[in-house]
T-cell receptor, first 117, second 112 residues
């Protein structure tokens, strides 16, 4: 199946710094990627939809100035957590939509565990 | 909220037994998908069932869909220790944008 690479796998940073997370589709072009956030033992909460060449669409309650999304190419989307605070500590997962046969499916990156000290 | 609900939230069974998880959702959908997540990892797609399908099989997995009850079930037969993971259902709904909404998930533990 399609492969989505997400880096880094984990990151520890100081409060007030910014962290960039990359999501790449390795063997297919993804015009749309999605960013999710997941707290321990909870479900995935969609943060934003990233569209290549246009502005991301953010879900209600997600600060777009805090979570900057850039989708500069058909294979790369980045999420930058700006001025990170301890409450931003979470597991962030990206996914990319790919057409497999007649169905569209989501393929997920392996996630990034962010810890803000 | 469009988010689905799954039950049970946690399930612990012995290896070799069957595991059944249920998912309910709120509005009309195009399809419903099941995913597996190992601890601290991304999600792996298991199976997709379309709204006009009632049952689908893939290896040891059997998925049913009842659109009249807005519910789905995932059955894992002859469970193995490697099946230990969290299982999520996800729906994309017709009226909204093309995006998946995930249920709360079922944490499945297979005891050897």
């Amino acid at each position: 199946g399609a492969v989505v690479s997400q880096h880094p796998s984990w990151v520890i940073c100081k409060s007030g710094t910014s962290v960039k997370i990359e999501c790449r589709s390795l063997d297919f072009q993804a015009t749309t990627m999605f960013w999710y956030r997941q707290f321990p033992k909870q479900s995935l909460m969609l943060m934003a939809t990233s569209n290549e060449g246009s502005k991301a669409t953010y879900e209600q309650g997600v600060e777009k100035d805090k979570f900057l999304i850039n989708h500069a190419s058909l294979t790369l989307s980045t999420l930058t957590v700006t001025s990170a605070h301890p409450e931003d500590s979470s597991f962030y997962i990206c996914s990319a939509r790919a057409l497999t046969g007649a169905d569209e499916k989501l393929f997920f990156g392996s996630g990034t565990q962010l810890s803000v000290l | 909220s469009q988010q689905g609900e799954e039950d049970p939230q946690a399930l612990s069974i012995q290896e070799g037994e069957n595991a059944t998880m249920n998912c309910s959702y709120k509005t009309s959908i195009n399809n419903l998908q099941w995913y597996r997540q190992n601890s601290g990892r991304g999600l792996v797609h298991l199976i997709l069932i379309r709204s006009n399908e009632r049952e689908k099989h893939s290896g040891r997995l059997r998925v049913t869909l009842d659109t009249s009850k807005k519910s789905s079930s995932l059955l894992i037969t002859a469970s193995r220790a490697a099946d230990t993971a969290s299982y999520f259902c996800a729906t994309d709904w017709i009226q909204g944008a093309q995006k998946l909404v995930f249920g709360q998930g079922t944490r499945l533990t297979i005891n050897p």
